[in-house]
């Protein structure tokens, strides 16, 4: 392949880093309703591949901090900051009176199984 212009050249490199970087990522078939899948269409311009990846990297993210028990206060002053959360007003034993309420709450929805219909 002969190259004409620096366009040309970019135009190759890019592709080869595509071709690199596809070749490392796992893929996952993601089934959707048709309505949602429709309104998606609509929005040619959005990469929905890089939406769900970062969702999922998010959702994984999240499960990881669970899993891992405690959170440094390092990674809960970051998810705040993200959260646009300001918590330096809250009363300490309110919040953990709220926290205790809502680790009781979610015991209670994560072990109850539901019957399917």
Known sequence: ???RTPKDVLKFSRLIMRFHIMDFMAKITVAIPQELYDRMK???????????????????????????????????????????LDVSCVDLDKAVEFYEKGRKLEWKRSSTTRASS
């Open 1 to 3: 392949m002969c190259w």
């Open 42 to 84: 609509k929005h040619s311009e959005v990469r929905w591949s890089k939406v769900i990846r970062k969702a999922l990297t998010e959702y994984v993210g999240r499960l990881e901090i669970i899993e891992g028990g405690i959170v440094s206060s390092e990674k809960l002053a970051e998810m705040l900051k993200e959260a646009d």
